[in-house]
């Protein structure tokens, strides 16, 4: 018996030590990622000279690879060519989410002329993966050639992708939409009730420039549990908080922003938490963000089922399936209810 225990302490020192020199490695692995990126500016007169494209490492694990070449193989959308919206509606979708892109398009997408305002939605997405790659992308040719409202770039489409996503974005709007007014990020799961977004857009104390809306976060905490999804070691961010930003579910920002932001961009090494990244993308260029008029206008986490008053005063809230999105739209369109 005694011999059984000693054998079972040796087998059990041997398993603690294994596990400390795992935990060990992983954080110095992690130190080296976060000390090949910087979020400084490039020195004027530095390596290529001012302005030149950083030469970054391998992005690790809490960056992305956003090297400004991807092109756009698919904008054959009217959108801001033959027409001028006062307001765009992008909304990122993964390539096989036909559902939401459909459901959308019957309901707040396909709300073309509010308050007197054109109104224009298109789809974001990148490239499909998987054994069946080929067949999803000519499925997407086929709906394009249907309702020419999705714009497609060639990075490979994924959850840590989405930062590249909204750049291209940005990037897309900047080159073709300079004469909307205003630029509306929208993610698929959400109910948009357009006629208050466009409301609160004409609203005369609403800035025409350098206006970023949404939830805004202020003083979000950079969380330092290596077992978060959301973790972010010292060496990539050392401050304890985020500057401020719009919640990712959804912002609208007015159209001299995306040039701005994709001008100071080439200085921030992109994280893969995209709303962030556009928080210290306007923190760089002394800009905040600005709070709605109202809590009740932008919902991440709403009680369900809303209420006739939530669903009057709401722009956009999270919804939990297509059917309660268009339930929820169907019951924007009723007469309004008394508060």
């Known amino acids: 018996m005694d011999n059984w225990r000693r054998h079972f302490?040796?087998?059990?020192?041997?398993?603690?030590?294994?596990?400390?020199?795992?935990?060990?490695?992983?954080?110095?692995?992690?130190?080296?990622?976060?000390?090949?990126?910087?979020?400084?500016?490039?020195?004027?007169?530095?390596?290529?000279g001012a302005g030149a494209e950083p030469q970054w490492e391998d992005p690790g694990p809490y960056h992305v690879a956003y090297p400004r070449n991807y092109k756009f193989i698919m904008d054959d959308t009217p959108t801001c060519k033959d027409t001028t919206p006062f307001l765009v509606l992008i909304v990122?979708?993964?390539?096989?989410?036909?559902?939401?892109r459909d459901a959308i398009r019957k309901t707040w997408g396909g709300e073309k002329l509010v308050l007197d305002r054109q109104v224009e939605t298109l789809f974001m997405l990148g490239l499909p993966g998987g054994a069946?790659?080929?067949?999803?992308?000519?499925?997407?040719?086929?709906?394009?050639?249907?309702?020419?409202?999705?714009?497609?770039?060639?990075?490979?489409?994924?959850?840590?992708?989405?930062?590249?996503?909204?750049?291209m974005m940005l990037e897309w709007v900047n080159a073709h939409c300079v004469n909307a007014s205003y630029v509306m990020k929208i993610d698929s799961d959400i109910i948009l009730h357009v006629q208050n977004l466009v409301k609160l857009l004409l609203d005369p104390s609403t800035a025409k420039q350098n206006?970023?809306?949404?939830?805004?976060?202020?003083?979000?905490?950079?969380?330092?549990?290596?077992?978060?999804?959301?973790?972010?070691?010292?060496?990539?961010?050392?401050?304890?908080?985020?500057?401020?930003?719009?919640?990712?579910m959804c912002y609208i920002m007015?159209?001299?922003?995306?040039?701005?932001?994709?001008?100071?961009?080439?200085?921030?090494?992109?994280?893969?938490?995209?709303?962030?990244?556009?928080?210290?993308?306007?923190?760089?260029?002394?800009?905040?963000p600005t709070d709605p008029p109202a809590d009740t206008m932008f919902i991440v986490d709403p009680q369900h089922p809303l209420s006739g008053c939530s669903l009057s005063k709401v722009i956009a809230a999270t919804t939990t399936s297509?059917?309660?999105?268009?339930?929820?739209?169907?019951?924007?369109?009723?007469?309004?209810?008394?508060?």
């Not at 041997?14 to 400084?40: E, N």
């Not at 990122?92 to 939401?100: F, G, S």
């Not at 976060?217 to 973790?231: E, Q």
Request: hydrophobic residues 35%.
């Open 9 to 48: 302490k040796r087998i059990f020192i041997c398993i603690c030590m294994g596990a400390v020199t795992c935990f060990l490695i992983y954080f110095y692995l992690d130190g080296r990622l976060g000390r090949t990126v910087s979020t400084q500016p490039l020195a004027a007169g530095g390596a290529g």
């Open 211 to 248: 206006y970023m809306t949404g939830l805004v976060w202020w003083h979000s905490p950079v969380l330092r549990n290596p077992f978060n999804k959301f973790y972010m070691p010292r060496d990539v961010i050392a401050e304890p908080e985020y500057p401020p930003y719009p919640l990712g």
């Open 254 to 288: 007015s159209l001299d922003l995306p040039g701005k932001i994709l001008g100071v961009s080439p200085q921030i090494k992109p994280l893969y938490i995209e709303d962030v990244y556009l928080g210290l993308c306007l923190k760089r260029l002394g800009i905040s």
């Open 92 to 100: 990122p979708v993964a390539p096989n989410n036909v559902a939401a």
């Open 132 to 167: 069946d790659a080929e067949q999803q992308q000519e499925k997407l040719r086929q709906e394009n050639l249907q309702h020419h409202d999705l714009i497609q770039s060639n990075f490979q489409d994924s959850y840590r992708n989405l930062t590249i996503k909204t750049m």
């Open 322 to 339: 297509i059917e309660q999105m268009m339930s929820y739209w169907q019951r924007s369109k009723e007469p309004e209810a008394k508060c």
